[in-house]
Structure formats: structure tokens, C-alpha cells
């Protein structure tokens, strides 16, 4: 859905506007947990682990705003409940959430991955498994030469896109972009629904075969650990 959303389509327009390529994206997904009772997302081997069943929107953006991956270049670091250094233990995972599973198939803790865009520039993500309550926190920051755009919480409907640019009247101040009306679900089920209604395919920001290598995108970097 987040290809349909307004902070998303604004940064590709200032990206475009900019007329450089990207030269880093950085992804951030903090995921609230303690409240959090689901069997089959704890369970590596049904859900397919946090990169493959949540963070999979991140990387479709990377792919979105900046390019395809180089898969070959993916790079990733797990944080695992059976770490020998117990940096991974959590204390408050409810209990009827992880009791029956066993240390190898529980989720990381934490996940970071590396790569290389095909056109050239370079992506981070870093999921973690950390937070208390209930509320996610989730930004994406993508900079060019004289441009940083950082879209601030792109779930909640204060989110900000917080721009700072060479072309701006002070280039050390940053300028704000907020989308309160925006409802990305809904334009995303509005397009596919009019798609059919028109036979207009292209109408669609992700074919079947696009989303496939999102798809392919995740799973590399699960393997890649």
C-alpha cells in the first residue's frame, strides 16, 4: 500500500525534481511487542520471519524510490533468542506468544541487511524487535547529493516528510510535508478496483511480476544471514 501513499509519491517527485541519483537508503522498522500474541508470527518457519512477513514493505520502497537490488551484494546480520551473549533474550514477550517454540525457530531480535542498487547507490534496513506497548516506529531517510528526505512514521496519520535541500532559502533548516487526509489503503484498493472496472492494468504501481522480486528481495536477505 505504500506505494500509493502521498509521502511516498512526493518524495519520488522531488527526487525526480532533484534530477540526481540516489546515493543511500536507510529503512527502520521497530516492532512493539509485548502486547503481541501471535503463534505464527513468532514462528520463523510459519511466518517466514520479520523481514519476509512485515518488513516487506520497506524493501518494496527501496526497490520503489531508488531501484532493483543487486542480490549477489545482500548482506545480513541476525540477533537470535539463542545468542551465546543473551543480547537477543527478551523479557517480555507474553508468554503464551513463544512458550512452545523452540529457540531456533523464534524470530531475530534484530535484523540488519546491506546492498547495492543496480543503480549504484547503496540500502540499509534494520528490523528490531524491541519496543514496548503497542506502537511501531518506522522512518525511511533517502539522500542525494544536496537532498535528504526523511519520511517519519508512514503508518500514522501525523506522518511528516521532512525535506532538507540545496534549493532551499537556508540549507541548513529542514522544510515539513504532512498528509493528513491521506488514506494509502484506500487509494490502493480504489486503483485496483477501477483497474478492473477499465481493463487498465498499468493503472496497478505493482504487477504481479514487480512484486515478485520484492518477494525474491526478502528472501535473500533472510538466507543471506
Not at 34 to 55: C, H, L, M, R
Not at 97 to 108: F, G, H, L
Not at 185 to 202: C, H, M, Q, V
Amino acid at each position: 500500500m505504500f506505494r500509493y501513499h502521498a509521502g511516498i509519491l512526493k518524495m519520488k517527485e522531488l527526487i525526480k525534481q532533484h534530477g540526481s541519483k540516489v546515493m543511500a537508503l536507510n529503512a527502520r522498522y521497530y516492532f512493539a511487542y509485548t502486547k503481541a500474541v501471535n503463534k505464527y508470527w513468532f514462528n520463523e518457519d510459519f511466518s517466514g520471519g520479520p523481514i519476509v512477513e512485515q518488513a516487506t514493505h520497506f524493501c518494496d520502497l527501496a526497490r520503489y524510490i531508488v531501484s532493483d537490488v543487486e542480490i549477489d551484494t545482500i548482506h545480513t546480520l541476525l540477533l537470535k533468542d539463542s545468542d551465546p551473549s543473551g543480547a537477543g533474550h527478551l523479557d517480555y514477550v507474553p508468554q503464551e506468544a513463544e512458550d512452545d517454540i523452540t529457540p531456533a525457530k523464534r524470530i531475530p531480535r534484530v535484523t540488519m541487511s546491506h546492498w547495492r542498487f543496480k543503480d549504484g547507490g547503496l540500502g540499509t534496513l534494520m528490523h528490531s524487535v524491541a519496543l514496548p506497548g503497542t506502537r511501531y516506529e518506522a522512518n525511511i531517510d533517502v539522500q542525494l547529493d544536496g537532498l535528504k528526505l526523511s519520511l517519519i512514521e508512514p503508518y500514522e496519520k501525523d506522518c511528516i516528510l521532512r525535506v532538507r535541500s540545496i534549493n532551499n532559502e537556508d540549507a541548513n533548516k529542514d522544510q515539513d510535508f504532512t498528509f493528513p487526509s491521506d488514506d494509502s489503503y484506500l487509494t490502493e484498493l480504489g486503483t485496483f478496483i477501477k483497474a478492473i472496472r477499465t481493463n487498465d492494468p498499468s493503472l496497478v504501481k505493482s504487477p504481479y511480476s514487480d512484486a515478485a522480486l520484492t518477494y525474491q528481495m526478502t528472501w535473500a536477505m533472510r538466507r543471506a544471514s
